[in-house]
C-alpha cells in the first residue's frame, strides 16, 4: 500500500528540482570600462600604410637613408595601392629614399653592383626619384636620372647604363 509520505515524496521532489532549475534570473554582466584605442600617431611624409614599417626612432636622415637602403632587398617591404580594382605594389624602401632625395643619392649609387636582380630594379627606380630632389635639379641644371621604363628588371641593364652615366656626370659632388 502507498503512504501518504510514499506519494508525496516524488512529488515534493519534483516541485523542488523544477523550483530550483528555474531558480532566479542570472545576474546581468558587471559592466565593463569603456577602452579608447591609442591615438593614432601620423609621421609626416609618410603614407599611412608605410608608416607601419619604420623603426622606432632615427637619429638623423644618414640613419633613415642606411635603414632603407637595408630594406631594398627585402620583397616583404611592400605595400599595395590603387584599392582591390587596380592593385599595385609600393615599394616602400625605394619610395622613400626617392623622397629622400639627395642625401640618399650616394648611398644608391654604391648599391648599383648589387648582383640582386629585385634589388638593383628598386635602386635604380629610387635613384631616379631622389635625383629629381628640387636642390640638386637646381644645381645640376635639371640633369637627373631620367629611365625609360621602370620596376622592370628586364630593364635593369639599360637602366643601369643610364645611371652610370648620369653618375660620371655628376658623382663628384658627393666626394
Same mark, same amino acid.
Given at each position: 500500500?502507498?503512504s501518504?509520505?510514499?506519494?508525496?515524496?516524488?512529488?515534493?521532489?519534483s516541485? @523542488?528540482? @523544477? *523550483? *530550483?532549475?528555474? $531558480?532566479?534570473p !542570472?545576474a546581468?554582466?558587471? +559592466? #565593463? %570600462?569603456?577602452?579608447t %584605442?591609442? %591615438?593614432?600617431?601620423?609621421? +609626416?611624409?609618410v603614407?599611412?600604410?608605410? #608608416? =607601419?614599417?619604420? !623603426? !622606432? /626612432?632615427?637619429?638623423?636622415?644618414?640613419d633613415?637613408?642606411?635603414?632603407?637602403?637595408?630594406?631594398?632587398p627585402?620583397?616583404?617591404f611592400?605595400?599595395? =595601392?590603387g584599392g582591390?580594382?587596380h592593385?599595385r +605594389?609600393? =615599394?616602400?624602401a625605394?619610395?622613400r629614399l $626617392?623622397?629622400? $632625395?639627395e642625401?640618399?643619392?650616394?648611398?644608391?649609387?654604391?648599391?648599383l653592383?648589387t648582383?640582386?636582380?629585385?634589388?638593383?630594379m628598386?635602386?635604380?627606380?629610387a /635613384?631616379?626619384?631622389?635625383s629629381?630632389?628640387?636642390?640638386l635639379?637646381?644645381?645640376? *641644371? *635639371?640633369? =637627373?636620372v631620367?629611365l625609360?621604363?621602370?620596376l622592370? !628588371?628586364h630593364d635593369?641593364?639599360?637602366?643601369?647604363?643610364?645611371?652610370?652615366a648620369w653618375? #660620371?656626370r655628376? $658623382?663628384?659632388?658627393? #666626394?
Amino acid at each position: 500500500m502507498w503512504s501518504r509520505v510514499s506519494v508525496r515524496l516524488p512529488l515534493g521532489l519534483s516541485v @523542488l528540482l @523544477l *523550483g *530550483g532549475c528555474a $531558480g532566479s534570473p !542570472p545576474a546581468p554582466p558587471a +559592466p #565593463q %570600462p569603456e577602452v579608447t %584605442p591609442p %591615438p593614432e600617431v601620423v609621421v +609626416p611624409g609618410v603614407g599611412r600604410e608605410e #608608416q =607601419y614599417w619604420l !623603426p !622606432p /626612432l632615427f637619429h638623423g636622415v644618414e640613419d633613415e637613408v642606411h635603414y632603407y637602403i637595408s630594406r631594398l632587398p627585402d620583397r616583404r617591404f611592400v605595400t599595395s =595601392y590603387g584599392g582591390e580594382e587596380h592593385p599595385r +605594389p609600393w =615599394y616602400i624602401a625605394a619610395e622613400r629614399l $626617392g623622397q629622400i $632625395g639627395e642625401p640618399a643619392i650616394p648611398a644608391l649609387a654604391s648599391r648599383l653592383d648589387t648582383p640582386d636582380e629585385y634589388e638593383l630594379m628598386l635602386v635604380l627606380y629610387a /635613384l631616379m626619384l631622389a635625383s629629381q630632389d628640387p636642390a640638386l635639379m637646381a644645381a645640376t *641644371g *635639371g640633369d =637627373y636620372v631620367a629611365l625609360g621604363s621602370v620596376l622592370d !628588371p628586364h630593364d635593369n641593364a639599360k637602366n643601369l647604363a643610364l645611371a652610370q652615366a648620369w653618375w #660620371q656626370r655628376h $658623382g663628384w659632388r658627393w #666626394q
